[in-house]
Structure formats: structure tokens, C-alpha cells
């Protein structure tokens, strides 16, 4: 039997040629600060700082951030949880506020603002984090995020989950 005809074979018996839609497999997506994240203005570009593990403030103002997933569910909300991790570098407690912003196309824009209190400095690592439950039982569409980061406050990680499900049809 040529190679061919044996990864049909194959297919046909996992039931995977012609058997209809997939199953939706969940994702659970985490990257660094570094590959999500950017300045929200070219005036904030002078204060951060991206570096192997994080997109850090350096600056001695406080510096606007956005961050995305690399993926967007079209028409239909999939990701039941979005978290944005961080690192305080410097010596005292500090606040950090992010919105999470969603929505899919042409169905309006959602605003979830979260702040994470006292911060504490050093090697702690503070997170904000969003879900299904903070969006009336519903998972997010198309969620975004936008964080004022103060001085010597680092991103250094967001996760994304969400359901992964069959192709759209052409």
C-alpha cells in the first residue's frame, strides 16, 4: 500500500475524513509582555522598555500599554479567560489599572476596568484577571487590553483561554 492510500486509511478509521465539523479544543495561550504588549502612544515609546521577558516602564511617568492575543474568535465569543501578569521593580506598594476592552465586530465595544491593589515590590508577581463571570456569564470576543503602567512596573506575562473550534467555512 503506497504512503497515499495508507494516510487515508488512516484518516477513515479515526473517523476524521468526512465526518463533519470538529470538535472546539480549548487554548490556553500565555506569552510574554514583550510579544503582546506596546506603547499606546509614540509619547509613552521613551519610557518603556521591551525586554526578553517584559515590557517594562523605565520612564518616571506613568506610560499607557496595550496588549492583544494573537487571535480573534469571528463571530462568536470564545475566550472565557484573559490575565495580565505583573512584576513591581520598585520599593513601595503601587496600584495597577487595566480595561479589558471587547467586542466583536459590529456588535459594540464592552469596557471592564480591574485594578490590582498594593502591588507589593520585589519578586512578587500580582495578576489581574478576567472572566466569563465578570461579563454576565458570557466569554469575551474579541478582549483587548489597556493598562496604565507606572514607573518600575513590568508586564511580564498575559494568558489568553479560549476555544479553539472548527475552520470558518469559506
Same mark, same amino acid.
Given at each position: 500500500?503506497?504512503?497515499? +492510500?495508507? +494516510?487515508?486509511?488512516?484518516?477513515?478509521?479515526?473517523?476524521?475524513?468526512?465526518?463533519?465539523?470538529?470538535?472546539?479544543?480549548?487554548?490556553?495561550?500565555?506569552?510574554?509582555?514583550?510579544?503582546?504588549?506596546?506603547?499606546?502612544?509614540?509619547?509613552?515609546?521613551?519610557?518603556?522598555?521591551?525586554?526578553?521577558? +517584559? $515590557?517594562?516602564?523605565?520612564?518616571?511617568?506613568?506610560? =499607557?500599554?496595550?496588549?492583544?492575543?494573537?487571535? $480573534?474568535?469571528?463571530?462568536?465569543?470564545?475566550?472565557?479567560?484573559?490575565?495580565?501578569?505583573?512584576?513591581?521593580?520598585?520599593?513601595?506598594?503601587? *496600584?495597577?489599572?487595566? /480595561?479589558?476592552?471587547?467586542?466583536?465586530?459590529?456588535?459594540? /465595544?464592552?469596557?471592564?476596568?480591574?485594578?490590582?491593589?498594593?502591588?507589593?515590590?520585589?519578586?512578587?508577581?500580582?495578576?489581574?484577571?478576567?472572566?466569563?463571570?465578570?461579563?454576565?456569564?458570557?466569554? =469575551?470576543?474579541?478582549?483587548?487590553?489597556?493598562?496604565?503602567?507606572?514607573?518600575?512596573?513590568? $508586564?511580564?506575562?498575559?494568558? =489568553?483561554?479560549?476555544? *479553539?473550534?472548527?475552520?470558518?467555512?469559506?
Amino acid at each position: 500500500m503506497d504512503r497515499f +492510500a495508507f +494516510a487515508i486509511a488512516i484518516a477513515v478509521s479515526l473517523g476524521v475524513a468526512g465526518s463533519g465539523p470538529l470538535l472546539a479544543e480549548v487554548r490556553n495561550d500565555f506569552s510574554h509582555g514583550t510579544a503582546s504588549c506596546q506603547s499606546a502612544l509614540p509619547v509613552f515609546d521613551g519610557h518603556i522598555r521591551k525586554r526578553p521577558q +517584559a $515590557i517594562a516602564n523605565e520612564g518616571v511617568a506613568t506610560a =499607557f500599554i496595550t496588549c492583544d492575543s494573537d487571535s $480573534i474568535r469571528l463571530g462568536e465569543a470564545s475566550f472565557s479567560k484573559v490575565t495580565v501578569y505583573f512584576l513591581n521593580r520598585g520599593s513601595s506598594l503601587v *496600584d495597577v489599572s487595566c /480595561t479589558l476592552v471587547d467586542g466583536i465586530f459590529n456588535d459594540g /465595544t464592552d469596557y471592564f476596568p480591574k485594578t490590582i491593589a498594593n502591588l507589593e515590590p520585589g519578586t512578587d508577581v500580582g495578576g489581574l484577571q478576567w472572566t466569563a463571570n465578570d461579563n454576565g456569564g458570557n466569554d =469575551f470576543g474579541s478582549p483587548a487590553i489597556s493598562c496604565a503602567l507606572l514607573p518600575e512596573v513590568d $508586564i511580564v506575562g498575559l494568558g =489568553f483561554v479560549y476555544e *479553539d473550534g472548527p475552520p470558518l467555512p469559506e
